[in-house]
């Protein structure tokens, strides 16, 4: 069905347009002109002057609607994104904090999962920690983090590596050092 939305100020890439009109199908922005006549068979909407402005990509955060993800659910995944998808937001992603590997895997499988649907907004997920200055780590779970030493930060990043969706993953023929990342700025592949 198509819609066609009307009487309001829309924020474009060359300012705000005035008088113009969003049409939209199957939840996706076909046109933004600026011409407000009725087209014949859409469903009219008047904005009665409100704005229309781009929805947002959230790139970090933790949950929304009252769930969070590192609970790693699919039902914690589609509440927190249904309450993000209500007031703006176009993509997302899912922000864990310092968690346990296993935590990482859950999200990361819910996170394979959406993203693998059809016009999923779910672009991929985004990991903190566990690696922090502990004087500066804020609301992380300090059981989980961890001070970083080279000792503890450079072996078996791979290993540790939860899933291929949205990583970085190292290409190096021998683990990182401070030495070898410095002189090695290409090293992170998508």
Same mark, same amino acid.
């Given at each position: 069905?198509?819609?066609?939305?009307?009487?309001?100020?829309?924020?474009?890439?060359?300012?705000?347009?005035?008088?113009? &009109?969003?049409?939209?199908?199957?939840?996706?922005?076909?046109?933004?002109?600026?011409?407000?006549?009725?087209?014949?068979?859409?469903?009219?909407?008047?904005?009665?002057?409100?704005?229309?402005?781009?929805?947002?990509?959230?790139?970090?955060?933790?949950?929304?609607?009252?769930?969070?993800?590192?609970? $790693?659910?699919?039902?914690?995944?589609?509440?927190?994104?249904?309450?993000?998808?209500?007031?703006?937001? =176009? &993509?997302?992603?899912?922000?864990?904090?310092? &968690?346990?590997?296993?935590?990482?895997?859950?999200?990361?499988?819910?996170?394979?999962?959406?993203?693998?649907?059809?016009?999923?907004?779910?672009? $991929?997920?985004?990991?903190?920690?566990?690696?922090?200055?502990m004087a500066m780590a804020g609301g992380?779970?300090?059981?989980?983090?961890?001070?970083?030493?080279?000792?503890?930060?450079?072996?078996?990043?791979?290993?540790? =590596? %939860?899933?291929?969706?949205?990583?970085?993953?190292?290409?190096?023929?021998?683990?990182? &050092?401070? %030495?070898?990342i410095s002189r090695r700025? $290409?090293?992170?592949?998508?």
């Amino acid at each position: 069905m198509l819609t066609q939305i009307i009487n309001a100020r829309i924020l474009t890439p060359q300012g705000w347009l005035k008088d113009g &009109s969003v049409l939209i199908r199957d939840n996706k922005i076909l046109e933004v002109t600026n011409c407000d006549l009725a087209i014949i068979g859409a469903k009219l909407i008047d904005a009665k002057g409100m704005y229309i402005v781009p929805g947002g990509v959230e790139i970090h955060v933790h949950g929304g609607g009252g769930r969070d993800f590192m609970e $790693g659910t699919e039902d914690a995944f589609r509440t927190a994104i249904k309450a993000h998808m209500q007031h703006g937001t =176009t &993509s997302i992603f899912p922000t864990l904090s310092s &968690s346990t590997i296993p935590m990482i895997r859950a999200a990361a499988e819910t996170t394979e999962k959406m993203m693998a649907e059809p016009d999923s907004p779910v672009l $991929g997920l985004h990991l903190e920690g566990h690696y922090f200055n502990m004087a500066m780590a804020g609301g992380q779970i300090p059981r989980i983090s961890k001070i970083r030493t080279r000792k503890n930060i450079f072996p078996c990043w791979r290993k540790r =590596t %939860a899933s291929s969706v949205g990583t970085l993953r190292r290409n190096f023929p021998e683990p990182c &050092s401070s %030495a070898n990342i410095s002189r090695r700025k $290409g090293c992170w592949l998508q």
